[in-house]
């Protein structure tokens, strides 16, 4: 069954760093987003991304967050000068976007673990 | 989006039904259930998504009202590794964002 990956799957950096969190997502969906989980807390949604544009943001996803999709396969994550409050578990996702109604599934990764020291 | 209530936290014991309600009273008439599933430490996953009456598949199935103002989560027979959290999410999907409550956790033991 195909599967996103994520990787790395821990990352540990110094705050005031910037860190890329790579994603493949599943090769034939269109859509792809960020989730991010902190210890004890609700998954929460940073951004979708469609065709090459961002296409729906959170209050989060501020401007030290960026997406990318360098490629036909990976999709990014950049947050570009670590807060120790970015601590936390960050989940992309795809889905094949062939549906409105019902809402696409969403097929998550294992996630990535940031410690910001 | 409609706002679920769904239990904090039940218990069960391995090989019994556990069924988890949620409770959605503003649900919109293009709004469908889904629930998701998520272990520690991994991402959400899918289980099941319905719009009314029951759906079922080869992991749960989904009993839905005719007001919609609630949903069950049926899970039979569970096994310790169906400790989790359960997550019930309403929506028509005009945006793609999932919007994750707290959740259920399902402890089971044996």
């Known amino acids: 069954e195909p599967e996103v990956t994520q990787t790395p799957s821990h990352q540990v950096t110094q705050m005031g760093q910037e860190v890329i969190l790579r994603c493949v997502p599943i090769?034939?969906?269109?859509?792809f987003y960020w989730y991010r989980q902190i210890l004890g807390q609700k998954v929460e949604f940073l951004v979708s991304?469609?065709?090459?544009?961002?296409?729906?943001k959170s209050e989060i996803f501020d401007d030290q967050f960026s997406v990318e999709r360098p490629d036909g396969s990976n999709f990014t994550l950049k947050i570009r000068s670590t807060k120790l409050e970015d601590s936390a578990m960050y989940f992309c996702?795809?889905?094949?976007?062939?549906?409105?109604?019902?809402?696409?599934?969403?097929?998550f990764g294992p996630g990535t673990r940031l410690t910001v020291l | 989006l409609a706002k679920t209530t769904q239990p904090v936290s039940m218990d069960s014991y391995e090989g019994q039904e556990v069924n988890i309600t949620c409770s959605h009273n503003?649900?919109?008439?293009?709004?469908?259930i889904t629930w998701y599933q998520q272990f520690p430490s991994q991402g959400p996953r899918f289980i099941i998504q319905?719009?009314?009456t029951k759906v079922t598949n080869e992991v749960a199935s989904l009993f839905i009202p005719a007001d919609r103002k609630s949903s069950t989560l049926s899970l039979p027979r569970v096994s310790l590794s169906d400790t989790a959290v359960y997550y019930c999410?309403?929506?028509?999907?005009?945006?793609?964002?999932?919007?994750f409550g707290t959740g259920t956790l399902l402890a089971v033991q044996p």
């Open positions: 319905g719009y009314k």
């Open positions: 090769s034939n969906h269109l859509y």
């Open positions: 996702a795809s889905s094949d976007g062939k549906t409105t109604a019902p809402p696409d599934t969403q097929y």
């Open positions: 999410l309403v929506d028509g999907g005009a945006t793609n964002k999932l919007i």
């Open positions: 991304f469609y065709n090459n544009e961002i296409s729906e």
């Open positions: 503003n649900i919109a008439t293009n709004d469908y």
